[in-house]
């Protein structure tokens, strides 16, 4: 099952996204002239950033209706529906840059050998996306509200990856990365509107967990999820989602030489 994307409300309401994935792209360090890709490139907005600093890029998103929006929005840039766990391109890229994706892909493996292949020998990978125990309040209350009302079908599913550092780093490491950087942090996080914060939040990201479930109880169980999240995530006038990402720096190690040294 994949999560249904509403580029609109992505950019009117959770534009948080890649605004936060700015401080991302100064890790980069994107250099005129480097051919780089980005990996979950959304409506476009960093993916035009690597570009004004002079980059050939190229964003995919697995999400047509993101890619519309892109192509609409920068119609000079070069935008392609692909899946991380499934893309390839015929000539390789200086870098690869990932923001807030790479938790959406369950075929890990797949993703970073399809990375490693896309990647120069010595070409480098910048990725922040939801680390171990990512909005885990908000977790929790979505799989217990939708158990107390007989949605354990529901309740159960399974669609994110938030992986630690070890699993993360060791991952890369047999798929011949080398890593130079690898954080968890916390980043509690600001939801745009004070009124109906975790209701648009779990309208954007969390709508696998209620598919099968009929329109007016969807929302229903949404809403009542919002008022049990109050104690917890509303606070200074607003709502706020407790994320917790993973940031890594790697590079592709060279081939190996046959011979001696």
Known sequence: MANKWNPQLYDTKHAFVYQYGESLLELLAPAPGERILDIGCGTGALTRQLSNA??????????PEMIEAARAAFPGLEFHVMDAAGFQFNKPFDAIFSNATLHWVPEQEQAVQCMAAALKPGGRMVVEFGGK??????????RKTLQEHGYDAQAARQFWYFPSISEYSSLLERNG????????????????DSENGITDWINMFGGTFFEDIEAAERQSLIAEIQEALRSSCYHDGGWWADYRRIRVVARRLPIALSGNL
């Not at 125990?133 to 979505?142: A, D, L, P």
Request: charged content about 20%; overall charge negative.
């Open 54 to 63: 002079g980059a050939e890029v190229a964003g995919i998103d697995k999400s």
């Open 133 to 142: 125990g990512n909005v885990e309040t908000v977790i929790k209350q979505i």
């Open 177 to 192: 990365f080398e890593v130079a950087l690898a954080q968890l942090y916390d980043r509690p996080t600001p939801l745009a």
